[in-house]
């Protein structure tokens, strides 16, 4: 069963009405006298009940704290530490270095550890560690870590960090290669309940589709969503997708890979190979009217509308296998109050599990008013 259904429940009931008349029953049957409305002790008791109301209310509280759908905070950690899952926290953007040396040298050169470098003089890049040139050496690639966590250190192109923050003896460049990625804010109840839930499939040591997924979804809380196949027994290909439909680059393929293949996760037997998803791209054309009835508050639909498009757009694009469907679009746009749309494309199309469906161009336009 998913999360999302999961009944209500309630631990305690907080209605007014029913409290009153529970108060004033039992306290009627103590005196063994009728409480008028406008006896002193009747209206004494209404405080007495709004003190029973909010008790029940704290009750109720407490008790869904200890179930996984209902959970937040410190207690849905609590309860990922019943399973060994932990929330992720913020990370840091990371990228390879390649670091040249102006000459070649006859002895061991050391770039020191946290050595930094920038594209803006506001989002820096250290060292993970010092960076030996033994003799003869003038070109060496490392990792270097973003100072402040988040997704600014996020989108660096190769190229970019260029400018030495820390220059050093007989150091001449510092420059990325590779696209910084993988930096993001500490994990949110949402995403983390979803991870408690799946994490009993990494239990396995058969490297089942939950264990791998389950395995992938730890490595950033940046990936939304992962697809795991095996096309010929003994191989396993893994295919990550990033919050808002955004492709994974190679650090964060890397990183998953290298995750994935850890002599405590991968069965032996399997080879694994991360791959970033397919995408089908659509143009995403369509009209829409609204009701002449509806003429006051016709703005407001139109900023609705415009909602209902970009909430189709996120929705389409945040999960790998979903169905190029213009019915959700419809559905939303007439939830927004919309009286009629005409969709021109995209049309209907199946998605394979291993592709997400991302606009290339979005032209929804307002047609006017109609009569209801």
Not at 65 to 78: H, I, K, P, S, W
Not at 233 to 254: A, C, F, M, R, S
Request: aromatic share 6%.
């Amino acid at each position: 069963m998913k999360l999302k259904d999961v009944s209500p429940i309630n631990f305690a009931t907080a209605d007014a009405e029913e409290i009153s008349i529970e108060v004033v029953s039992t306290v009627e049957k103590l005196l063994g006298r009728p409480l008028e409305r406008a006896d002193p002790l009747r209206i004494f008791l209404r405080g007495v009940e709004l003190l029973l109301m909010q008790q029940r209310l704290l009750i109720d509280s407490v008790a869904k704290q200890n179930l996984l759908a209902f959970a937040t905070g410190e207690n849905l950690d609590r309860i990922g530490d019943l399973v060994g899952c932990e929330r992720l926290p913020a990370s840091a953007a990371w990228t390879t270095l390649e670091v040249r040396l102006s000459t070649a040298r006859e002895v061991s050169t050391i770039i020191q550890e946290g050595t930094r470098v920038t594209a803006d003089n506001k989002i820096y890049f250290a060292l993970d560690e010092p960076l030996i040139f033994f003799a003869g050496e003038t070109v060496k690639q490392a990792k270097a870590t973003c100072t402040v966590t988040g997704e600014a250190g996020n989108g660096f192109a190769a190229g970019e960090l260029t400018n030495v923050v820390d220059p050093q003896p007989f150091l001449q460049s510092m420059t990325n290669i590779t696209t910084s990625a993988g930096g993001s804010d500490a994990e949110n109840d949402d995403e983390f309940r979803e991870r408690i839930h799946e994490s009993p499939e990494s239990f396995s040591c058969a490297g089942s589709e939950g264990a791998y997924r389950s395995r992938a979804m730890s490595v950033s809380a940046l990936i939304s969503d992962v697809a795991v196949d095996s096309e010929t027994p003994g191989t396993v290909q893994v295919y990550p997708l990033l919050k808002g439909g955004k492709l994974p680059d190679e650090e964060i393929l890397n990183a998953v890979a290298e995750h994935l293949n850890e002599r405590t996760v991968r069965p032996l037997t399997d080879l694994v190979t991360v791959k970033a998803p397919n995408v089908i791209s659509y143009e995403l054309n369509a009209k829409y009217w609204i009701s002449r009835e509806d003429v006051t508050a016709a703005a407001e639909i139109e900023q609705a509308a415009r909602d209902a498009v970009e909430e189709f757009i996120e929705w389409q694009r945040s999960r790998l296998g979903r169905d190029l469907n213009p019915s959700k679009l419809v559905h939303l746009m007439l939830s927004a109050g919309v009286k009629r749309v005409e969709i021109i494309s995209p049309q209907f199309q199946s998605v394979d599990k291993f592709t997400v469906a991302i606009p290339s161009t979005v032209n929804v336009q307002f047609g006017g008013l109609e009569d209801f």
